[in-house]
């Protein structure tokens, strides 16, 4: 059983969000803390100025909102965004608050991931703690 759990969400629509969730409600405490964490990653420079103003608030806003619904299915969990690279946010974010597990789920690996690797091979071979992945 765990206490401090990290579950980092993507919102891509090959991802089944509700397979970490379940787990992280098995696997809890009746008292741990559940984190959801969402990683936006930078827009380039070039690209920004085509978008609206408000576009980077406006995106934070509505993805904070589907994490707190998500965070709501689970007792104590709270969802949390964060920019920049995908794995090296979720290590970071794991080094500075200490979660004894991270859920993070996973696609099929191609060969593009064998060449470049996948957030989940990054966070499986960094994290300082136990990883657990889901596909």
């Given at each position: 059983?765990?206490?401090?759990?990290?579950?980092?969400?993507?919102?891509?629509?090959?991802?089944?969000?509700s397979a970490p969730l379940k787990l992280a409600e098995?696997?809890?405490?009746?008292?741990?803390?559940?984190?959801?964490?969402?990683?936006?990653?930078?827009i380039p420079t070039y690209a920004i100025s085509y978008m609206p103003q408000d576009y980077m608030a406006s995106a934070r806003k509505a993805i904070q909102a589907e994490l707190d619904e998500l965070a709501g299915r689970l007792p104590?969990?709270?969802?949390?965004?964060?920019?920049?690279?995908?794995?090296?946010?979720i290590l970071d974010w794991a080094e500075e608050n200490k979660p004894d597990l991270i859920i993070i789920a996973s696609h099929r690996p191609?060969?593009?991931?064998?060449?470049l690797g996948s957030t989940a091979s990054q966070v499986v071979r960094h994290a300082a703690c136990a990883v657990h992945v889901v596909r």
């Open positions: 059983m765990y206490h401090n759990i990290l579950v980092p969400i993507s919102f891509d629509t090959d991802r089944d969000t098995l696997l809890a405490t009746p008292d741990a803390r559940v984190t959801l964490l969402h990683v936006v990653e930078h104590n969990a709270t969802g949390v965004v964060v920019e920049g690279h995908s794995g090296r946010s191609g060969m593009q991931d064998l060449l």
